[in-house]
């Protein structure tokens, strides 16, 4: 016979409601009753049946995690930093890739109200595409939802405040979001920004000139000079938090969330 959550309500000396509010993460329950509920259903091997709960409560407690490719080094650190938040609330991932084409796009958004996806989180999704699901986005700022983008106003200052030479940018690897971050960057309204240089790699600067080396992966211990570090890690744990946050109405939901990136020298 399976184990209802009438049974996990009279092991946990509590009424059904509580045990339905424990089990969704409600505020309203005290952390002590929410662990009493969790260990009574944990001792009967008690599991939510995902379907009543779809029609019970409107959620599904599924997000779309969406990148245009996930063949770029960062997106597993991304998706860590992501799935520590979403873990304790008992959220899971659906990973899609759109390769970066329209017609992917949509195909993804399909299958995902298919699924009745909450919402989604989208590493620089199409400014084009009409999205019609509470959406967080990493790396473009957007009109409808909410934003997670590198504070680009910062890393200039702290570039100017380092060399008042003209900044030559080496991106040491080829990705669509280093590809999309360098176009913001250069267009960014700043007097640093308006002398950058783009090298290629293996293309040397003037002897005046210093170098940020732009790369998502960790420098090599034998690199010296200038380093951006990107904290996927921290990306995701953020994108995590704010979209349960926009999910549930409570706590910090600011529109537009900027992290800014480390420039550290190795010597």
Request: net charge positive; glycine share 6%; aromatic share 8%.
């Amino acid at each position: 016979m399976s184990v209802t959550m009438s049974d996990v309500a009279h092991l946990a000396g509590v009424n059904k409601a509580t045990v339905s509010r424990a089990l969704k993460g409600d505020p309203r329950i005290s952390v002590a009753t929410r662990e009493k509920v969790w260990k009574a259903a944990k001792t009967l091997g008690y599991e939510p049946d995902a379907v009543a709960r779809v029609l019970s409560t409107h959620t599904s407690d599924l997000v779309g995690v969406i990148f245009n490719s996930l063949s770029e080094p960062w997106t597993g650190v991304f998706l860590a930093g992501l799935e520590r938040v979403l873990l304790r609330h008992r959220v899971e991932m659906i990973v899609k890739s759109t390769s970066g084409k329209d017609e992917q796009s949509h195909n993804v958004l399909k299958a995902l109200r298919s699924r009745r996806a909450d919402g989604l989180i989208w590493v620089d999704p199409p400014s084009s595409l009409k999205i019609d699901l509470p959406l967080v986005s990493v790396g473009r700022v957007l009109e409808n939802g909410f934003s997670i983008v590198l504070n680009l106003g910062s890393l200039c200052e702290k570039l100017g405040s380092l060399s008042q030479s003209p900044w030559s940018l080496c991106f040491l690897e080829k990705s669509t979001f280093l590809d999309s971050f360098m176009k913001q960057l250069t267009e960014f309204p700043h007097p640093v920004a308006k002398r950058f240089q783009i090298l290629d790699q293996g293309q040397k600067a003037s002897t005046k000139s210093p170098i940020l080396y732009i790369s998502t992966l960790p420098p090599n211990p034998q690199d010296n000079g200038y380093f951006l570090h990107i904290p996927f890690f921290e990306l995701g744990a953020i994108a995590g938090r704010v979209f349960l946050n926009s999910l549930q109405d409570r706590g910090v939901r600011p529109v537009n969330v900027l992290m800014t990136p480390t420039v550290a020298l190795r010597p």
